[in-house]
């Protein structure tokens, strides 16, 4: 049966220079696709992974390795090299509110070899998992290869049209799989349906300097109707301040002067280096989103980590759940692939799988959302009722917060596929745990309105 492009309009005019023949085809070099590539290649899978750019270095991407995808570098039996690599060991985490230190999860306590989260610019993760992957003749990781059509037979999705430095290519697969993000092309082509939650939030990305006598652990503020999140990158911080969504233009207005004011504001130890914000192209505004597809997958294409469910950087967990959606793809799928079965009947078990987790953390971001709209709405000074002190110090909560930021909801294992329940009662009580924390915190904070002056 021969194929064609689903959308020929998007093709240069010129015949593909070249036709790849491969088991899987993987979208999109992020943590996902890499992850994906590797673990088939070493279950015997033949796989082509397709990254646009020519390397992996952009700056403002998620750098949090969090103990659950330690442990799958583990059981893959490269978490000591990975840890060789520079980086910084997270143990515990503190938000200021107000003047009040708030102790986030304490992972001092995990039953694991990892106690901590490791930062590490996301680049220098791919450069060391792709460099694994080469190691099997299966792995094909072809950067400068962009994504610009789906081939179909029969209403199948055959393959994928690339536009490279070489001309246009096509590579035909017995899998696509898209993990090209939140603006993914490939969802867009496939006309998979998209459901969007509503965020008040964007987040301008940006770098200052360090000094050798400020705080070394990631941590965040909270005041003056401002969040601003800290992280250690040796001899900068790389830094995201939340602001209401679409509000950009609207500080722009308002002049960098009144930017780097409201930055010292609300971190009074950065006063001394704003004047290093000089220029808007010094920030890089993400726009925050929420969506999930309906549907993960059609005949011969599958969506795994933001291309099928974008997250928010709240809890800096987007892409632990980009690589769990990839371990569970490559548990279910790679025995199929491998014997060269189809694998059409098998792609919703993927969303069956990983659905339910995804849906419960956007949940709860949702309501860190709903947080940090109120912070907005109150511009003076925030003031944490003392009774909030007491609950958040408790250790139980601390732990139970670990636990969920350690394994999630529902934690995937190589080469395990669990039955569906098997963890939903461990991963429900944390939830409900550290759902109520956040519950009666908001509130309480909520109850704490700026006084008005009466006659």
């Known amino acids: ?193 998209v459901v969007e939650t509503g965020v008040p939030i964007d987040v301008l990305w940006f770098r200052i300097s360090r000094r050798g006598n400020d705080p070394e652990q990631l941590f965040g503020r909270i005041n003056y109707g401002k969040a601003l999140v800290l992280i250690n990158r040796g001899d900068y911080f790389q830094t995201a301040l939340l602001i209401r969504k679409d509000s950009f233009d609207h500080i722009k207005q308002q002049g960098l002067e009144g930017l780097r004011r409201g930055i010292s504001q609300i971190a009074p130890f950065l006063s001394d280096r704003v004047a290093e914000l000089d220029h808007w192209d010094q920030f890089k505004l993400l726009s925050v989103q929420i969506n999930h597809l309906k549907r993960w997958s059609r005949p011969g294409l599958l969506c795994i980590g933001d291309a099928a469910h974008a997250m928010s950087p709240v809890f800096g967990i987007g892409i632990n759940l980009a690589i769990q959606d990839a371990v569970a793809a490559a548990n279910i799928l790679a025995p199929v692939l491998r014997h060269g079965e189809c694998v059409d009947r098998w792609l919703p078990e993927v969303q069956r799988r990983r659905a339910f987790p995804t849906r419960i953390v956007q949940r709860l971001q949702v309501m860190a959302h709903y947080g940090i709209r109120r912070v907005f709405d ?78």
């Open 1 to 193: 049966m021969s194929t064609e492009p689903i959308h020929s309009e998007t093709i240069p005019t010129e015949t593909p220079s070249e036709t790849i023949h491969t088991g899987c085809c993987i979208i999109g070099g992020g943590p996902a696709g890499v992850m994906l590539g590797y673990l088939l290649a070493r279950e015997g899978v033949r796989v082509t992974v397709l990254e646009k750019h020519a390397d992996f270095f952009r700056d403002f991407r998620g750098d949090t390795v969090h103990p659950s995808t330690l442990e799958i570098l583990d059981e893959a039996g490269i978490a000591d090299d990975f840890l060789k690599l520079p980086h910084q060991q997270v143990t515990s985490v503190t938000a200021r509110i107000g003047d009040f230190d708030f102790p986030g999860p304490d992972l001092s306590h995990l039953r694991t070899r990892f106690h901590f989260v490791a930062f590490m610019p996301q680049w220098d993760f791919l450069d060391f998992l792709s460099a694994q992957a080469k190691r099997y003749p299966e792995f094909d990781l072809r950067m400068e290869h962009e994504a610009i059509d789906l081939t179909s037979a029969g209403g199948r999705i055959t393959g994928v049209v690339a536009r490279t430095p070489q001309g246009v290519r096509e590579i035909r697969a017995e899998l696509v799989v898209a993990c090209d993000g939140r603006r993914s092309v490939t969802r867009r082509l496939s006309n998979l349906s």
């Open 378 to 455: 109150n511009p003076g000074p925030v003031h944490v009722p003392p009774i909030l002190h007491t609950i958040v110090r408790a250790p139980i909560l601390r732990r139970g917060m670990a636990r969920l930021v350690a394994e999630g909801i529902r934690a995937e294992h190589l080469g395990v596929v669990p039955k569906p329940r098997a963890r939903i009662g461990k991963g429900m009580a944390l939830l409900l745990g550290a759902g109520v924390g956040m519950a009666v915190g908001w509130a309480l904070l909520a109850r704490r309105r700026p006084r008005v002056a009466r006659c």
